[in-house]
């Protein structure tokens, strides 16, 4: 498909001057993105960082049955929460999840409102009381949020930064100094927009752990009991966007100040089984289809294959002669967003404009630090990056 496409480009542009094929580019690329070109669905590899792309087989279901859940006679946009077929989303959803991480009744599923972002002040709102002092283990941008809401809460203790190395990299065991005694450890697995991740999960000595999943949950098997807390907003491994799946140890829910608003208290979550409010059940329902997708495949398969996609986009960057130029530092090197730069920005932008001509969407950089992201969630199949390795290969042939 893609070479069909960059053939038909080429015959279309080899005559154009530099500036005519950058227009050529443009327009292309927006038409594709548009609908105005026709260009099937399938013909267009998604490597948006969030919202993300979904599984397929999850799209198909819940085309079929948006209209009529399951002989209801309702759309599930219009389920009563409290109805018996949402009941039963809701417990297969937290049933499911605890299953693929590990853990077991000592832990609970809540589901929230207000995205990671949210988390960043409910975490030490409920567990960074008076006296405390909260560990943050800082690796990149959303790590870096997390602590700067953490600071308006209570104490907070910087165990390490990688900050002066331009977020490059995570901390070696020894760059770690952890407080005695925190009211929890605080890290981020996966950084979207530096492209770093955790290969190994530090190991804090029996503290509690808590992290910021949001990225890369379920992208590789993962010992859940390690941590006293993990979340993630759904909208890149886990489903759509609207909700963000807490996983919580039950005996640290208690410890919450009593004078905290009702909804901003996990407690609130895990007593009402998360129907205390109105939840969003749309994105819970499309969850519960995605979870049930990734245990067919099983994690072990989706690692296996999250590692052959970015390998593909490694490589590429690695076998250009330097015209790629790879952000993070290859022990840490994300699995799950690719970043790189190329020589100068304006190259940069016909990179991602050839690229969505060609069908290869979502590749620009995040707004603070620019360059290209490639994010490959775990419903990207592989052919996706194996094209878009072929796509890089040319345009640094022609452009380097």
């Known amino acids: 498909m893609a070479r069909r496409i960059r053939d038909e ?126 560990d943050y283990i800082v690796t990149g941008a959303w790590a870096e949020k997390a602590l700067d809401e953490a600071r308006k809460i209570g104490r907070t203790h910087v165990a390490a930064s990688a900050k002066d190395s331009g977020y490059r990299g995570v901390p070696s065991p020894e760059q770690i100094d952890l407080s005695h005694d925190p009211a929890y450890v605080h890290i981020c697995s996966n950084e979207t927009i530096s492209g770093t991740q955790w290969q190994r999960y530090p190991d804090v000595g029996g503290r509690r752990l808590v992290a910021d999943m949001s990225s890369d949950i379920l992208s590789r098997p993962v010992d859940g009991s390690h941590f006293a807390l993990m979340y993630a907003g759904t909208q890149k491994n886990l489903g759509c966007a609207g909700v963000t ?6 005996d640290w829910l208690e410890q919450a100040p009593t004078t905290l608003p009702a909804m901003l208290r996990y407690a609130t979550f895990a007593k009402n089984d998360s129907l205390y409010n109105t939840p969003p059940v749309f994105a819970v329902y499309v969850m519960n289809l995605t979870l049930q997708w990734v245990e067919s495949l099983g994690l072990e398969a989706i690692e296996q294959r999250n590692g052959q996609k970015a390998a593909a986009i490694y490589d590429a960057v690695d076998n250009s002669g330097g015209y790629y130029r790879g952000h993070a530092a290859p022990d840490s090197r994300s699995l799950m967003n690719v970043t790189f730069r190329l020589p100068d920005e304006e190259q940069e932008k016909w990179f991602v404009a ?21 994010s490959l969630y775990n419903a990207m199949e592989v052919d996706g990056p194996k094209q878009l390795a072929a796509f890089m290969a040319e345009f640094a042939r022609t452009n380097g």
Do not use: W
Request: hydrophobic content about 40%.
């Open 245 to 250: 799946a807490v996983v919580t140890r039950t």
């Open 9 to 134: 480009i080429y015959e279309e542009t080899k005559h154009l001057s530099d500036e005519q094929l950058l227009e050529y580019y443009r327009t292309r690329a927006g038409a594709v993105q548009t609908g105005s070109i026709e260009t099937p669905a399938e013909h267009l590899y998604n490597f948006n960082p969030g919202p993300a792309i979904l599984p397929r087989p999850v799209l198909e279901q819940v085309q079929a049955e948006l209209l009529d859940y399951r002989g209801t006679g309702l759309s599930i946009l219009e389920a009563s929460h409290r109805g018996r077929e949402y009941e039963e989303i809701n417990g297969q959803a937290e049933e499911r999840l605890k299953r693929l991480l590990g853990v077991g009744d000592d832990y609970r599923v809540l589901f929230v409102q207000g995205g990671a972002s949210q988390q960043f002040g409910m975490v030490p709102m409920n567990f960074l009381t008076e006296g405390a002092v909260a």
């Open 354 to 374: 050839a690229a969505a001509a060609a069908g290869f969407v979502g590749l620009k950089g995040h707004r603070s630090v620019g360059g290209i992201r490639v």
